[in-house]
């Protein structure tokens, strides 16, 4: 069956829906709205994220993202680098951020094991974790992943290879709901269950 669209217009719609989050129809309304805007508007977007594209990277240290070879948190004196937090994405430490109850360093796994999309810890940045341990003379490494399958199975692994380099492993409490993400919770329900962490048996 022909599409009812122009080529360019299915291209610039296909292109979007495999955007994270976005369905074919919220592609149609941003391919419109796109069409529509100025051009100075369009231009801008495009230059935004090439810049992006070409000056943000990963951390040397944690993977979170960063201009430079540190990010900001990693090259902070301020920061205690003996008690690591650790997220799936860059948009977790954002969320933790906010809630200004976590003062140690980050490390970002870029994931969770989901062996059913075929991601198994040695596409996740569990080994950089590992290697910061003894350098750093960590204490303590505190599991901030999302409350779900795929957040607990990385948790009950994550555990199970800290715990006999004489790490304390422990996760968040249980004030999130089951399912949820944690760039959507807010601050006052996140920084509780940062303070209400629990060890994590192994």
Known sequence: MASAYTQPMQALIDALSRLPGIGPKSAQRIAFHLIKSED?????????????????????????????????FCSDDRRDPTTICVVEESRD??????????SGQYHVLL???????GVGPEQ?????????????????VILCLNPNTEGDVTSMYLARVLRPLGVKVTR???????????????????????????????
């Open 172 to 202: 968040i409490a249980s004030g999130l709901p089951v399912g949820g993400d944690l760039e959507y919770a807010d601050e006052l329900t996140l920084g509780r269950a940062l303070e209400g962490r629990r060890e994590v048996a192994g």
């Open 124 to 140: 996740l940045k569990i080994r950089e974790l590992l290697q910061r341990i003894e350098p750093q003379k960590v204490k303590e």
């Open 111 to 117: 994931g969770t094991i989901n062996p059913l999309d």
């Open 93 to 102: 430490v954002v969320a933790i951020e906010k809630t200004r109850e976590f």
């Open 40 to 72: 100075r508007d369009v231009e801008h977007l495009s230059s935004s994220i090439n810049k992006a594209k070409a000056t943000v990277k990963f951390c040397r240290l944690c993977s979170n993202f960063s201009e430079a070879d540190l990010c900001q």
